[in-house]
């Protein structure tokens, strides 16, 4: 990544007005192989019944099923990806299949980490959750 691009954060969501998922017009590797240079990072998302909602008030910590009732749309999946502007980091969200079918909601990050970084730390932390040590 060069110093003259930011990072960004796409999440997909689901969306009651979208148009069906269709596996032949919603091709997400046409997608990966035309946004290799740009993509960092990403992975779809377990379903809803699968996340937890955690806040901490006064020091103790709440763990509820979610989604919460003020999630109104899912989260499917993500991709971390480098653009030389807002403009063009939403131009490649909306080519991502989930555009028709879902929602892409394009995140500036305030700080940029190199991508090289950002990859190795997933990687130490997938390793340790699964017991392996380097």
Do not use: N
């Not at 240079?37 to 779809?44: A, C, D, L, V, Y």
């Not at 394009?106 to 392996?132: C, H, K, N, Y």
Request: aromatic residues 8%; hydrophobic residues 45%; charged residues 25%.
């Amino acid at each position: 990544m060069s110093d003259t691009t930011q990072q960004y954060l796409l999440l997909f969501t689901d969306a009651p007005d979208a148009e069906p998922y269709s596996q032949e017009a919603d091709d997400i590797f046409e997608w990966l192989t035309a946004v290799e240079s740009h993509r960092i990072f990403g992975e779809r998302l377990t379903p809803r019944e699968d996340a937890r909602l955690v806040t901490k008030r006064q020091g103790e910590v709440f763990v509820t099923d979610a989604p919460a009732a003020e999630f109104k749309e899912w989260f499917s999946g993500f991709d971390l990806i480098s653009a030389a502007s807002l403009d063009e980091a939403v131009e490649i969200g909306s080519r991502h299949p989930c555009a028709r079918f879902g929602r892409v909601l394009v995140l500036p990050l305030m700080g940029a980490v190199q991508s090289g970084a950002l990859l190795d730390q997933t990687i130490q932390a997938r390793a340790a959750a699964a017991g392996v040590t380097a």
